[in-house]
């Protein structure tokens, strides 16, 4: 097919074509990650062992962490029809939520919007009953015994009517498994398809047996509390394909630069990245790129050493280490390149420049 521009009717046709391109990739940029429909629907019973979470989108949080054994762990997305299906896989040696306020302990605080319109990703949680966000509460625990429990935040008991929420908890070895139904017939307003786009952020509190002592965000930051703009673009798709790998690549495989404080030969810096559990595809090569400052690279290096973290779960992480004289602290930008089995590019990561946690601060 061949356009001609000479005339003014061609040109403006050609102008929209790049226009509504340009606005398509722009959307698909915006994008954090992208969650698949549930082959079948999984049952609520707080184990996660069915074949429908081995399809989900997985997100690992706090996998270097110096106290894995009390931080790491990985959540579980999933939809159709009926609901929205979160599964949460925890280490925990010392699972506890009070009474009350049941967030204060080992719960999870969850941010949702599939409100149409002007009002996606506003800058206000809605109050009264206007259809379509929510930002609730859900834990495994009363006290030390294992009973679930879900809320909404105060002051917003009429965002949703809550129908059809359920939340199953089980103790591991290692920990908790957890899993969560949020029905879409919360969202009237809302129709569910593959497509769909809708605003999400997942946070895991800490309690370590007492008062809450630790936040982390899977896709932002405390700023969720206070504005629903600052939840993650999500799309619901039917299956995971690999642009979904593109776009999920930093939720799915978060990494870490650090120096090791102890190091017995020339002093080192280690690249970390986290292994996707769940049924995606397995990564290839997994390669750390060191740039300068202009972008210039000045080496590559292969993430060749697995590290378990934990004896079950398959919480494990591949690291690879370079020359700490490459370049000085604050000279250098890193990225990692994720391949396949075949070597084609899957993804790429960078480090997140966020604070997640209790105080301000990276």
């Known amino acids: 097919m061949r356009i001609s521009t000479s005339t003014p009717c061609a040109a403006l046709i050609l102008m929209a074509a790049v226009v509504a391109s340009a606005s398509a990739a722009g959307a698909d940029e915006l994008l954090r990650a992208c969650i698949p429909r549930a082959t079948a629907a999984p049952k609520i019973d707080g184990k996660l062992d069915e074949p429908a979470y081995q399809q989900a989108l997985c997100t690992p949080v706090e996998y270097f962490h110096r106290d894995v054994a009390n931080r790491a762990a990985q959540f579980y997305y999933l939809w159709d029809d009926e609901a929205f299906y979160v599964g949460l896989r925890t280490l925990d040696a010392a699972a506890y939520s009070p009474e009350t306020p049941l967030w204060e302990g080992d719960a999870v605080e969850w941010y949702f919007d599939v409100r149409r319109g002007d009002g996606f990703l506003s800058r206000n949680w809605p109050k009264a009953r206007q259809p379509g966000a929510v930002h609730c509460f859900f834990t495994p625990m009363t006290l030390g015994v294992v009973a679930p429990r879900f809320t909404v935040r105060p002051g917003y008991d009429e965002s949703i009517p809550r129908a059809g929420v359920e939340v199953a908890a089980q103790r591991t070895a290692l920990g908790l498994e957890v899993e969560f139904k949020l ?3 919360n969202f009237p307003d809302f129709k ?23 936040r982390s965000f899977v896709f932002g930051s405390p700023l969720s509390v206070q504005q629903p703009a600052n939840l993650a673009r999500v799309k619901l798709v039917e299956k995971f394909d690999r642009d979904c790998w593109e776009i999920s690549g930093p939720v799915m495989m978060p990494m870490r630069v650090d120096v090791p404080w102890s190091q017995a030969g020339e002093p080192q810096v280690v690249g970390q990245m986290a292994l996707p559990p769940g049924g995606a595809t397995p990564p290839g090569r997994i390669v750390f790129q060191v740039q300068d400052l202009t972008g210039k690279v000045l080496g590559e290096f292969e993430a060749q050493e697995t590290r378990e973290l934990a004896t079950s779960g398959n919480f494990a992480v591949r690291e690879a280490s370079w020359p700490a004289s490459i370049a000085a602290p604050g000279r250098f930008q890193v990225e990692a390149i994720v391949y396949d089995a075949a070597g084609r590019e899957l993804t790429r990561v960078a480090p997140r420049m966020v604070s997640v946690n209790m105080e301000p601060g990276y």
């Open 192 to 214: 569910p398809g593959a497509g769909e786009v809708i605003g999400l952020d997942a946070e895991l509190s800490y309690s370590d047996g007492g008062q809450r002592s630790y």
């Open 183 to 185: 029905p879409w017939k």
